[in-house]
């Protein structure tokens, strides 16, 4: 809760969206900030918090007249009972529908003494929403290769997607249940309107719109409630509100608040589910999708759930319990229509009504269901061939990370992989292209390498020797790239590198320390007597890589400590016989650089 005005309006810097009546939240706008307070607010029917009038208020420094206003409304909670008087009456306006928090209209912070009036409210397990881009994109590209390599995609009770693969007549499902993986299902459909990539999109059984309401369901704790407070919280969090999505254009709305220590006016902006309508009975009259349920003859809207035989059971008789099967409206909802009014209440609903049907079946599971269970029914896709073609980021293109040009030559390594989640070998090539940033040629790029038949879970792997003679030093930037026709994953299949290339001269001394460059262990620093302790061909002068895994670094810097006032010989750079001040100045002028440059050493 906000313990003082400037508290409160750092952490109102955006707000969640929320329908009038109903409750929102009140946080920041970034993940490196503190998410503690989600305060319910005061909202639009479209989800947009409602500012209080603009009024002229008195500077509390100068006492003159300044505009004011244009606040965030808390919406009031006043305890019952409220012994420890709470939420004073002073603090509650009742002009507004529902009541509000006495807000300071010059600072927009709720008032003093009014703070026990705010409600929060806890998101759960969707703090997952905080988690940084590469693991919303590394979650989905599992659902991308689930749902690609299937024979058949449907939709279960709850509407969650399912991936069906039939072998020998046999149909297994995989459902897309765990929550982080819908999450990133809700966020990819909102900013693109589509799973996969724009030439090999995935065809989904429902509109990206329902589909994405249904995730954004299955991500949320089974127990807890989706509203349009939560939607749009997650939304902030996620950064939707300042991206491209499907719902742009945007709604904008101006707000006063604390910037920098300034009161003045900023324009916060926020998702349009204006064009979304849902309705509670058309839904789960078309799931599960298509039907399946009872197998022989499947009818529209009907699931199966354990269910006592006699709910009047009394003790010592112990309850007997039996699958049943019916139709999900009645079974979750009785005759509760839900929210109809469409837009972003209507998301949230469809969105709760999802984790309704998950809760209710978790609660009332069919046991052992792949034996009592009626079986989801696909055909299959006889003769599909598919798979997952992929170059790891860490280990499929290795290239020299520095050379001399002109010199002896270096080798390349790169390895393609079948992933253990493809169903098919894999057929096609993998070509690398080395390129030049000063122009000029690699002799031999690019490279193509054929593989064959390569089976799910194994990888194929090429070594290659080249050499360069582009007469100046120069960066090369290497790209790898797997292309197989009936890939289902293409944001695996390009990986880069670079190599900075040196020049040496066999007549130049660069640094005036007697010895050529051509036999100089440290070419631009002045080392006459050549130290090279760990014998790596990289004098100690310029190398700071106390552990020879080719760039210095927070290990590196970890050793120099450890040996700091020693007589080290490997820490002792400048070799003066005392590893110091001065070995460290040398250490943190190469930090994250390899070591070098060099006539002779080699680095991994």
Known sequence: MFTSPKTMLIRV?????????????ITTANAQQDYGDLIILLRDDSGVPMPSPEVLVPDPETGLLVDGGLCWQPI????????????PAECVIEATTPATVSVDQFNCGVAAGCSGCTKEVDIGRVNSARAPDRVFESQLEDVIVTLSTADCITLDPAGRLVASHVVDDIVTTKTID???????????????????????SIDLPGSAFDTAARGLGAAIDKTSEVNVDLVAYLNLIMELDERTT?????????????????????????????????????????????PHIPAGNPQNGWFEHLAEINPQQQPPDPPLFHITRGPTLPAVFDVDPGFTNGRIGGFAQAADDTRAVINFMHDWPVPDADV?????????????????????????LQVPMQMVDGGDGREFFVTVSNMSSSPDPATGTLTVTAVP???????????????????????????????????????INWTATADATHDVNLGNNTVTATTNVIVTSSDTDEDDDGLLDVVDNCTVVFNPLQIDVDGDGFGNFCDPDFNNDGIVNIMDMAYLKATFFTDDALADLNGDGVVNAEDLGILSSMFFAPPGPSCCGVLP
């Open 13 to 25: 810097t955006a707000i969640a969206v929320a329908v009038v009546g109903s409750v929102g939240f």
């Open 76 to 87: 009031a909670f006043v305890p019952d009972p409220d012994p420890d008087n709470l939420c």
């Open 178 to 200: 765990s929550p982080l993986q819908n999450l990133a299902i809700y966020r990819q459909l909102l900013l693109d309107g589509f799973l996969g990539d724009a030439v090999r």
């Open 246 to 290: 499907i719902l742009d254009p945007k709604i904008c709305e101006t707000f006063r608040e604390e910037v920098q220590g300034v009161i003045q006016l900023v324009e916060k902006c926020y998702l349009d589910y204006g064009a979304f309508g849902y309705d509670r009975t058309s839904n789960f009259g078309g799931l599960p999708a298509p």
């Open 372 to 396: 009592f269970g009626t079986p989801v029914v696909c055909a299959g896709n006889p003769g599909l061939i598919t798979y997952d073609v992929a170059i790891s980021e860490q280990s499929g």
């Open 437 to 475: 940033e000063s122009g000029g040629v690699v002799f031999g790029s690019p490279w193509v390498f054929e593989f064959t038949d390569l089976a799910p879970g194994t990888s194929q792997s090429w070594t290659t020797f080249f050499n360069i003679g582009l007469g100046e030093e120069t960066t």
